[in-house]
């Protein structure tokens, strides 16, 4: 038999042996990039991430030409009497310049697809909200003389595929005229709206061909026998009617718990799970198909309306921007603008865009992608299906042309958005042409509009080479972003625990690293977030100009007058536009360029989720 022989060492001997075992070595320290700026210098200073807000050669132009973008949004339906007479219009221009913004974007065209101007595409806005324009005043003639008296830029904004107004349709049938008496052009042309894949529910039992339809609308007790209804909270739902019958399902949609009548004796539902329940004819199938420890599975059939069919979806009545009178109307109306007014240029307001992610699913966008594709498609399972878990929460089952899908969408919004910018250039040459639209460039694959450069490299699954390559940020001149959050900065969200993707800053980096050089970025802020709080204000400015090349105010509306002296404060030092400065963006692309072509290695993009719906 063999010994085996151990031997001790005395702790104090193994600890001087690792310790002469171990080189130790260490990076040069560095100081925090976050650090006490003011790129407003009459501000209070803020602190803020130096590395990834100083990125790009537009940042670094900017500020070392000390030029920054002050601008001030005029939403058209919104003020209306604040543009309604000769007088107001002389007297805000002189208070706007007075206080320092160097830029005015103001709203032609609202969603409602009507124009504050005299067009001859469509009717003249005259009522909003009790608010009135007189039919034979033109606001933005009288704009346009008092900004170049000024010396301040003018940009008109427009709606590209918005034609009509949720709230006004419904005045409207009502026979009130709180919004006029139109709703908007696209009532008129339901063959030109935007068609939505919005499926209809059925329950299914497995290994059956039993099937029952499911209400979409959740937390309601059955009012028909025809169909089923979904509850995930029995405090919004009530009490079960005579001679319902519910099944609990848990997160998988196994039913668990089976009840009779009025006399539950359950209160609450699994979490991720819900209550389903029928009367009449809906009672009996579960009562016939259902057992317990089975599965219940939530099935989507096709089913395809016009968005005027679905006014709960959204406020504006969104177009198909397939459509050819649809594209055309949109260039109309720069060809109209352009040549009747001495503008500076033309700004897009966010609805440059689709519906959303079951927009658009018309026959004429089936027929232009299946011929891109080659193929007839099973339609729309191809392209995706929806998925319903057993809350109803809903999610999406990618078909083998999905990918492609998207970039088909991003490709359509990228050719007009091109077809545009010679449009605006050949109507009034040496015009600016900008865009807005929401700052969570995450979000903006549902909705078709990809405003990244072609060149931006990120994280993002849907980020494929050809979706990148339909970045149209090289069309444009300017890009604003609505960084529409509460919170300044990175610094700040840190110190709360918070999300640091759901501030300003971080919203404006993002902005800028996705436009890539390729137009000047301004990140903006919304008065309303700020009222009774002039220091978050302040701070949320010193994060727009110091991760963007400078900040947009939205909007003259939100009780504007207890923030005047603030912004008189804050733009002390009168600063010069970047997008007036002529030759100053080539000089940016061209560094850019020159970056490139040297290997110049970029540092990574730091994907910060935003919050959904910001800034649309």
Same mark, same amino acid.
């Given at each position: 038999? @063999?010994?085996?022989?151990?031997?001790?060492?005395?702790?104090?001997?193994?600890?001087?042996?690792?310790?002469?075992?171990?080189?130790?070595?260490?990076?040069?320290?560095?100081?925090?990039?976050?650090?006490?700026?003011? &790129?407003? %210098?009459?501000?209070?200073?803020?602190?803020?991430?130096?590395? *990834?807000?100083?990125?790009?050669?537009?940042?670094?132009?900017?500020?070392?030409?000390?030029?920054?973008?002050? !601008?001030?949004?005029?939403?058209?339906?919104?003020?209306?009497?604040?543009?309604?007479?000769?007088? @107001?219009?002389?007297?805000?221009?002189?208070?706007?310049?007075?206080?320092?913004?160097?830029?005015?974007?103001?709203?032609?065209?609202?969603?409602? /697809?009507?124009?504050?101007?005299?067009?001859?595409?469509?009717?003249?806005?005259?009522?909003?909200?009790?608010?009135?324009?007189?039919?034979?005043?033109?606001?933005?003639?009288?704009?346009?003389?008092? $900004?170049?008296?000024?010396?301040? $830029?003018?940009?008109?904004?427009?709606?590209?595929?918005?034609?009509?107004?949720?709230?006004? @349709?419904?005045?409207?049938?009502?026979?009130?005229?709180?919004?006029?008496?139109?709703? /908007?052009?696209?009532?008129?042309?339901?063959?030109?709206?935007?068609?939505?894949?919005? &499926?209809?529910?059925?329950?299914?039992?497995?290994?059956?061909?039993?099937?029952? &339809?499911?209400?979409?609308?959740?937390?309601?007790? &059955?009012?028909?026998?025809?169909?089923?209804?979904?509850?995930?909270?029995?405090?919004?739902?009530?009490?079960?009617?005579?001679?319902?019958?519910?099944?609990?399902?848990?997160?998988?949609?196994?039913?668990?718990? #089976?009840?009779?009548?009025?006399?539950?004796?359950?209160?609450?539902?699994?979490?991720?799970?819900?209550?389903?329940?029928?009367? *009449?004819?809906?009672?009996?199938?579960?009562?016939?198909?259902?057992?317990?420890?089975?599965?219940?599975?939530?099935?989507?059939?096709?089913?395809?309306?016009? !968005?005027?069919?679905?006014?709960?979806?959204?406020?504006?009545? #969104?177009?198909?921007?397939?459509?050819?009178?649809?594209?055309?109307?949109?260039?109309?109306?720069?060809?109209?603008?352009?040549?009747?007014?001495?503008?500076?240029? !033309?700004?897009?307001?966010?609805?440059?865009?689709?519906?959303?992610?079951?927009?658009?699913?018309?026959?004429?966008?089936?027929?232009?992608?299946?011929?891109?594709? /080659?193929?007839?498609?099973?339609?729309?399972?191809?392209?995706?299906?929806?998925?319903?878990?057993?809350?109803?929460?809903?999610?999406?089952? %990618? *078909?083998?042309?999905?990918?492609?899908?998207?970039?088909?969408?991003?490709?359509?919004?990228?050719?007009?958005?091109?077809?545009?910018?010679?449009?605006?250039?050949?109507?009034?040459?040496?015009?600016?042409?900008?865009?807005?639209?929401?700052?969570?460039?995450?979000?903006?694959?549902?909705?078709?509009?990809?405003?990244?450069?072609?060149?931006?490299?990120?994280?993002?699954?849907?980020?494929?080479?050809?979706?990148?390559?339909? *970045?149209?940020?090289?069309?444009?001149?300017?890009?604003?972003?609505?960084?529409?959050?509460?919170?300044?900065?990175?610094?700040?969200?840190?110190?709360?625990?918070?999300?640091?993707?759901?501030?300003?800053?971080?919203?404006?980096?993002?902005?800028?690293?996705?436009?890539?050089?390729?137009?000047?970025?301004?990140?903006?802020?919304?008065?309303?977030?700020?009222?009774?709080?002039?220091?978050?204000?302040?701070?949320? #400015?010193?994060?727009? $100009?110091?991760?963007?090349?400078?900040?947009?105010?939205?909007?003259?509306?939100?009780?504007?007058?207890?923030?005047?002296? !603030?912004?008189?404060?804050?733009?002390?030092?009168?600063?010069?536009? %970047?997008?007036?400065?002529?030759?100053?963006?080539?000089?940016?692309?061209?560094?850019?360029?020159?970056?490139?072509?040297?290997?110049?290695?970029?540092?990574?993009?730091?994907?910060?989720?935003?919050?959904?719906?910001?800034?649309?």
């Amino acid at each position: 038999m @063999k010994k085996c022989l151990l031997v001790l060492l005395a702790p104090s001997l193994l600890l001087i042996g690792a310790e002469a075992q171990v080189e130790q070595k260490y990076s040069k320290p560095k100081t925090s990039r976050l650090q006490l700026v003011t &790129p407003l %210098p009459t501000l209070p200073p803020v602190t803020m991430d130096v590395v *990834g807000d100083g990125w790009g050669a537009a940042q670094q132009l900017a500020r070392a030409k000390d030029v920054q973008g002050r !601008i001030l949004w005029v939403d058209g339906t919104a003020n209306l009497d604040r543009v309604n007479t000769e007088e @107001k219009i002389v007297n805000l221009v002189q208070k706007i310049v007075s206080v320092g913004f160097n830029t005015i974007v103001f709203d032609v065209k609202p969603i409602v /697809g009507y124009t504050l101007y005299p067009s001859k595409i469509t009717s003249k806005l005259t009522t909003w909200r009790g608010q009135n324009l007189p039919l034979n005043f033109d606001p933005l003639k009288f704009m346009v003389r008092e $900004c170049k008296k000024q010396k301040i $830029c003018l940009l008109v904004s427009m709606n590209a595929f918005s034609e009509g107004h949720r709230m006004a @349709k419904s005045a409207v049938d009502l026979n009130q005229t709180e919004f006029g008496t139109q709703a /908007g052009p696209g009532y008129e042309h339901p063959e030109q709206q935007t068609v939505l894949y919005e &499926p209809t529910l059925q329950a299914r039992v497995p290994f059956s061909s039993a099937k029952f &339809p499911i209400s979409p609308k959740t937390d309601t007790m &059955p009012k028909s026998e025809d169909e089923l209804t979904v509850v995930t909270r029995m405090d919004r739902a009530g009490k079960p009617p005579a001679g319902a019958f519910g099944v609990v399902l848990d997160d998988r949609g196994v039913a668990v718990i #089976m009840r009779e009548g009025r006399d539950w004796d359950f209160k609450v539902v699994p979490e991720n799970g819900s209550l389903l329940v029928g009367i *009449g004819k809906g009672a009996e199938f579960l009562r016939k198909n259902v057992r317990g420890g089975y599965g219940v599975i939530f099935e989507s059939i096709p089913h395809f309306v016009r !968005i005027e069919e679905r006014p709960d979806q959204q406020i504006p009545l #969104m177009m198909n921007p397939h459509h050819p009178q649809v594209q055309q109307r949109g260039l109309d109306f720069i060809h109209e603008v352009l040549t009747n007014y001495a503008v500076d240029g !033309i700004m897009f307001d966010d609805r440059l865009r689709y519906g959303g992610l079951n927009a658009d699913f018309s026959e004429i966008t089936r027929a232009q992608f299946e011929k891109l594709v /080659g193929e007839k498609l099973t339609w729309p399972d191809d392209v995706f299906t929806f998925t319903y878990a057993a809350n109803l929460d809903r999610g999406v089952k %990618p *078909g083998k042309w999905f990918d492609a899908w998207m970039t088909f969408r991003a490709e359509t919004m990228r050719n007009w958005v091109a077809a545009a910018r010679r449009e605006v250039l050949s109507s009034r040459p040496g015009s600016l042409f900008g865009v807005y639209a929401g700052s969570w460039f995450g979000e903006y694959s549902k909705y078709g509009s990809n405003y990244g450069s072609t060149d931006f490299n990120a994280g993002f699954s849907f980020l494929t080479d050809g979706y990148r390559k339909a *970045g149209f940020a090289s069309e444009l001149d300017l890009m604003i972003s609505g960084c529409y959050y509460r919170r300044a900065t990175i610094a700040e969200a840190m110190n709360a625990m918070a999300p640091v993707g759901r501030t300003v800053e971080a919203a404006g980096q993002l902005t800028n690293r996705a436009i890539r050089d390729q137009a000047w970025t301004y990140a903006g802020i919304q008065l309303m977030d700020f009222w009774g709080n002039p220091t978050g204000l302040k701070k949320a #400015m010193q994060a727009a $100009c110091g991760s963007t090349q400078g900040v947009m105010i939205f909007d003259l509306s939100h009780k504007m007058d207890q923030f005047w002296d !603030i912004f008189a404060a804050a733009f002390k030092e009168r600063k010069q536009p %970047p997008h007036t400065q002529k030759g100053l963006l080539a000089s940016v692309r061209q560094r850019r360029l020159e970056m490139d072509k040297l290997g110049v290695k970029e540092p990574p993009v730091i994907i910060r989720e935003g919050a959904s719906g910001t800034g649309f």
